[in-house]
């Protein structure tokens, strides 16, 4: 009996430990997960558009390496892979905002990705901070979209003010990525604009369509070199858009080729090679001309880490996380609808790629970078204000 009496209390204080251990290392994980604050990024780190995606990212993860704490927690990044796919950009959306249940999201470069996010954010009332999608659609209705760059409206107009000022263009073809909801909003956006400073509504003498991936063009630039035009506007992902330049330069066509913020990829350098010297297009920053302190901060940092330059884009990922972060410090929580409610009142916030003032549709008023290709490089030409500065 005593036997008895003894393995029975050995076995109730055997289980007694086990209970207070798992409810200890329960609570522990509780107090680690309090402690935590999730930001979530979704962005094409594999597929067509994965330069894109890793740039973007590069500059998110230096910011949180700088900033890697808000409110006395520390931040953690959900990177989730978007493959340059819209339906996996949804999925990795939703991943974030039902599983990893995350603050506030970051993402995506290219526009159709962040289009296809926008209802599962606007829906689970989880912010998004787009960093180049620059389509009006990503906002357009979406209280819980909001982006730290230009949109493609003033974009096209500086392209084609470029065209029409700079150039004495009074004829341009046009040739779009079809599949690509940046590319054909971008190019409606510069053709308005250009029939109406030209005053013509003919100017426009030719529009060529391809898909994304691409490899031959030859059908296309060869009809657009019988119209004869004085400029080809061609907006599309890097890839793309660097073999369309080499194949009209192979093919004779010795027009200007103006396009715009997607080109800025080292990739476009090294597949155009000497065919896109001369090429110009519109970007979001220089690190040629620091805008604020914020902007020299990055740039020293970049610099440190990476002994190269840094892509516009990735300026806008740093900037992407500090808007996010500043919401939530003045939010005083992680909750997201909080944090989406500083985000709207974002005003006269000093970031690398410029001072950030979002307005009611949650777009950023911010001035445009035109640069060209020069000697392999891509070269700073000029600044153009938007109307807000």
Request: charge should be negative; glycine fraction near 8%.
């Amino acid at each position: 009996m005593k036997r008895k009496i003894a393995l029975l209390m050995v076995l109730v204080l055997v289980t007694t430990t086990l209970f207070i251990g798992c409810s200890t290392e329960a609570n522990e994980n509780a107090d680690n997960e309090n402690d935590v604050i999730k930001i979530g990024v979704f962005e094409p780190m594999t597929g067509v558009n994965a330069a894109g995606g890793a740039m973007e990212v590069e500059g998110i993860k230096l910011a949180n390496e700088l900033y890697p704490e808000v409110l006395g927690k520390k931040v953690e990044l959900v990177i989730v892979d978007n493959k340059s796919d819209k339906v996996e950009a949804a999925n990795a959306a939703t991943r974030l905002v039902d599983k990893e249940k995350v603050a506030a999201i970051i993402g995506s470069w290219g526009s159709s990705f962040s289009m296809a996010a926008g209802p599962i954010v606007a829906d689970a009332k989880v912010s998004a901070v787009g960093a180049s999608c620059t389509n009006p659609l990503v906002t357009k209705g979406n209280d819980y979209y909001f982006r730290v760059c230009f949109i493609d409206t003033f974009q096209g107009k500086v392209m084609a003010n470029y065209a029409v000022n700079e150039l004495g263009a009074k004829k341009a073809a046009i040739i779009r990525e079809v599949s690509n909801d940046y590319s054909v909003g971008l190019a409606n956006f510069f053709m308005n604009t250009f029939k109406e400073l030209t005053g013509d509504e003919n100017a426009i003498v030719g529009i060529a369509d391809y898909n994304t991936g691409d490899q031959d063009f030859t059908a296309q630039l060869t009809n657009i070199k019988k119209l004869n035009p004085d400029v080809i506007f061609a907006p599309g992902n890097y890839s793309e858009s660097a073999l369309l330049i080499k194949q009209a330069r192979e093919l004779g066509i010795d027009a200007p080729i103006l396009g715009g913020d997607t080109w800025e990829a080292p990739e476009f350098l090294e597949i155009g090679g000497k065919a896109v010297e001369g090429a110009v297009f519109s970007t979001f920053f220089t690190s040629e001309v620091p805008i604020t302190k914020k902007s020299e901060e990055f740039l020293e940092e970049y610099r440190k880490r990476f002994d190269k330059e840094p892509a516009s884009v990735t300026a806008l990922g740093f900037d992407a996380y500090l808007v996010i972060l500043d919401a939530i410090k003045k939010a005083g929580t992680d909750d997201p609808v909080k944090i989406r409610e500083a985000l709207a009142k974002t005003k006269d916030f000093e970031g690398a790629a410029g001072v950030i003032t979002l307005d009611e549709n949650g777009d950023a008023v911010k001035d445009a970078v035109i640069k060209q290709v020069k000697d392999g490089k891509f070269t700073y030409l000029t600044t153009i204000k938007s109307k807000g500065n």
